[in-house]
């Protein structure tokens, strides 16, 4: 696991998208494991930017979203097919039939799980996952004790997670308790993981992921046995770190070849 240290989250939003942009530009036809929720904003924004002045193309990109809430159509306002379509999907050239979400209407939810992970098989496989972290240590919504070989599934929503959720949506509508998401075996698989997380807030998860025990307690500690896994975080995400100092260093020294 790399951990990069920067000093604030915008340094940090564009180190993100500069890594995702990297990819693309070295395999157009990448796919791409997206997140959603107030974290990546200044990420998407910064590859529409990139899309717009620097010519960088989602033309034959594939990406498939985490997760989906169950029972929101598309066009919800808080629904994450209506989220990436407003912040990423609508304003590069990514062709729509080359976007995956899960379906959250689903009437055969098991089915429809399933054909998800046919989908991102028969893609070739995720080439990057981006990820953001709960204040509980979950990744997609894989809350605390999932299965850590997880699948594609429908999962409850714990009630701190509902609550850090309720602002996306209309007042007076209740935050949906299920949702579809990427399973943590799934998200396993990947060929490279990004994992961005900035805030105080954030701070216990991080260090509890990075340098705590591997537990399913703390879904994203699974990330410690990754092959090529980077956390992404800002200083005060990064504060309860014992080894940021080391952290750091490493970042520093790194040869050219290794860097991004």
């Known amino acids: ?16 998208a500069r890594m995702i942009a990297g990819q693309v530009r070295l395999k157009p036809d990448s796919v791409l494991g997206l997140a959603t929720g107030a974290t990546p904003l200044p990420i998407y924004e910064e590859l529409v930017r990139r899309h717009r002045e620097e ?33 990423l999907f609508g ?55 999932s299965s850590l070989t997880s699948r594609t599934r ?36 990947a060929r490279r993981c990004l994992l961005v997380a900035f805030g105080v807030r954030k701070a216990n998860a991080v260090a509890r992921m990075v340098e705590g025990p591997l537990t399913a307690m703390v879904p994203a500690s699974i990330l410690q046995m990754h092959p090529r896994a980077t956390v992404l975080v800002d200083e005060a995400a990064g504060r309860n770190l014992r080894m940021r100092d080391y952290y750091r260093d490493v970042y520093r020294r790194k040869p050219d070849w290794q860097r991004e």
């Open 154 to 189: 429908l999962k409850t929503l714990t009630p701190h997670t509902v609550a850090a959720h309720r602002p996306a949506f209309p007042t007076g509508q209740e935050v949906p308790r299920h949702v579809l998401t990427m399973g943590v075996g799934t998200i396993m698989e």
């Open 1 to 16: 696991m790399e951990v990069i240290l920067v000093e604030t989250e915008q340094e940090g939003a564009l180190l993100a």
């Open 55 to 87: 010519g960088l193309s989602f033309r034959q990109v594939t990406t498939f979203n985490l997760d989906e809430y169950v029972g929101l159509p598309p066009d919800h306002p808080a629904s994450y097919r209506r989220y990436m379509q407003d912040h």
């Open 91 to 145: 304003k590069v050239d990514l062709a729509p039939e080359r976007a995956h979400l899960p379906d959250g209407m689903a009437l055969d939810i098991p089915a429809c799980c399933a054909r998800y992970e046919e989908q991102i098989r028969q893609a070739g496989g995720v080439d990057l996952q981006l990820l953001g972290l709960g204040q509980d240590g979950h990744i997609g919504f894989n809350e605390p004790s």
